[in-house]
């Protein structure tokens, strides 16, 4: 082998473990900056939970998902974290006038007018929009976490058996 061969393996070589040397390290950085996102999302999750409780209306409001608070909406007499569905439920989402609020109102009659959900109780509900709103609840029940029960909750109590 003449010395322009070897030379060239040379440069080969050496470009092919600087390649993988910087996979490498681009890869433990990113399991580093994965590691710390579940770390912040665990005590996230951790300060979530210390919210959890039984709360007034007036209390819930504050859930609603600005500065940095989780998004939380009650329906009949429990609250349900939808903080996991920011997009929907948020401030800036399509059902974000639920947030921090008793929904059920607004759920039954598949309202979003301020006047449904400003207005809390169901006494004029017909069959359908009862059915709706339980319809709506059962939902919850399979998707989000129950932060607590609506201590003021003018709605009714939902069945223990769902």
């Not at 770390?39 to 819930?60: G, H, I």
């Not at 409001?61 to 940095?68: I, L, P, S, V």
């Not at 947030?99 to 009659?109: E, F, I, Q, T, V």
């Not at 319809?135 to 989000?144: S, V």
Request: charged share 35%; net charge negative; with cysteine.
């Amino acid at each position: 082998m003449d010395w322009v061969t070897c030379t060239l393996l040379t440069i080969a070589f050496i470009l092919i473990i600087r390649s993988w040397y910087h996979s490498y390290l681009a890869e433990k950085e990113e399991e580093r900056r994965v590691r710390a996102e579940e770390r912040r999302e665990k005590l996230k999750s951790a300060n979530r939970k210390k919210m959890y409780k039984d709360m007034t209306t007036k209390e819930l409001r504050k859930f609603n998902g600005e500065n940095d608070m989780p998004i939380f909406l009650a329906a009949r007499d429990i609250i349900f974290d939808v903080t996991t569905n920011a997009d929907s439920y948020g401030p800036d989402g399509g059902y974000g006038i639920f947030a921090g609020r008793d929904a059920s109102r607004g759920l039954g009659k598949m309202s979003l007018e301020e006047e449904d959900v400003e207005e809390c109780h169901i006494k004029d509900f017909s069959t359908y929009e009862i059915e709706t709103l339980d319809q709506w609840i059962r939902m919850f029940l399979h998707k989000y976490k129950i932060v607590g029960r609506l201590l003021d909750a003018q709605n009714g109590k939902v069945p223990e058996a769902w």
